[in-house]
């Protein structure tokens, strides 16, 4: 059983524990599950069953949103996309009737994650859809984790545990600015900030470990999520309640979640939209995709590459490089693929299994690089247009970089091209403080 003391990590020693504790999470006995991995059932189908557990969102849903390009004669509106316009259509025929129509004109789709609450929305909100029950079923009372000055992840953690009752510890890279705007606004307004120089920042880890054991204070217990999984094996579903509930008379309980979700358990929301998404009324199991995501952390890509393999989807992910090199994303990739085989063997098949190995993910740098969280001169103008033509708000930093690559492969004759918008607008206005010049209308 595993146990928890103040100021101490104790990880389980095999996946066994890990995948036990989702088993129970899940309301699957571990013989259940067994049982199910030996069945022959459909991909679809063991997957549909593996994700039967407890959601933050209510349903997965998502709109779904077609674009057309067209060549302008004349360029307008900076360097960027200047000669190419855009035609939304928000309701599309999908399903057998986007499989058996053949492109006429270059277009691509848009899955507008960016619709799912105000606040929290884009792959935030999709890894919290897995990450918050966890939280709550475990009796959680604070949550630390960190990010850039207008992080939305940040924003997203603090505004989703104000909404259960939680209390969140953000630790902000940098240094305050003299107006808070956007996502820093947003998550002064509903967390604890806390800014942290640049060069502790550098070492996260160590940085909300040690967060974390001043909010414990001297009775507090500090956990990872992988605790947490293990946590919930260790005790049953109903003997795990009264556990906690004694626990926490006593006691808080603090939960670290690392930058941008960047854990396992958060994977499980992702899996869960390609699950959705794959459905016959969408954009079914055979139809050959091209999924397009901006990549901050790279955790968001990662997962959308898990579950096509394990739906055996003919669907190709490609994330635009936004805050790392190449090698930096496919050890992340490595890593996040390496837990999520340790903690969910046990309810998937070596089946489903196959292939899930690093190179998921075709990374691939920006078409202009430059340091993250700059933009350059004219992107500005790019998102007002795209905002009026389309009624789509992107944001020069994340979306309108997948964008980008998903205008260029719209107008290939190649697979049709998917779009997943990661929200995260609110950081334009961050960015209208840092870059003054660029956000005047003349």
Known sequence: MLKCTKFQWQQPRNGLILSSAFNLHCGLSPNALKETSKSNLP??????????????????????????ISKDDVQQGGEYLGNV????????????????????????YVVR?????????????????????LLEDSAVTDVVTCGGCQSAHAAAVAVSCAERGLKSHLLLRGEQ???????????TLYGNVSYVPRSLYARREEMLLKHAHIVAGNDGLVFSLSDLEASLFSHGCGEHSSHVDSLTKRSKKIAIINEGAGDAAALLGVVRLVEYLSRDHLFGKDQQL?????????????????????????WDVTAVMLADTIDGYR?????????????FTLHLDEQM?????????????????????NILKGEVEICRKIAQETGILLDPVYTLAAWELATQLGQEKCAKVVMLHTGGTLGMFGLAQRYKSYFEIC
């Open 331 to 343: 050890k992340k990739e490595e890593s996040l693929i390496s837990e999520f085989r340790r903690c």
């Open 85 to 108: 316009s855009f035609l939304n259509n928000p309701q599309p025929s999908l399903g057998d009737h986007m499989t058996r129509n053949n492109r006429q004109q270059p277009s691509f």
């Open 290 to 314: 091209k999924i397009i995501i901006d990549a901050g952390t790279g955790t968001t890509a990662v997962g959308l590459g898990i579950g096509a393999v394990c739906l055996g989807l003919p």
């Open 113 to 133: 994650d960016d619709l799912l609450h105000p606040l929290v929305n884009g792959n935030k909100a999709r890894k919290l859809d897995a990450l918050l029950p």
């Open 353 to 373: 299994l196959t292939g899930l190995e690093p190179g998921l993910v075709h990374w691939v740098e920006r078409s202009s690089p430059r340091k993250f969280g």
């Open 43 to 68: 991909k679809g189908e063991h997957v549909s069953r593996f994700l039967k557990r407890k959601w933050a969102l209510r349903s997965p849903d998502t709109k779904i949103n077609h674009i057309t």
């Open 177 to 187: 600015p003299s107006t808070l705007t956007g996502y820093n606004l947003i998550s």
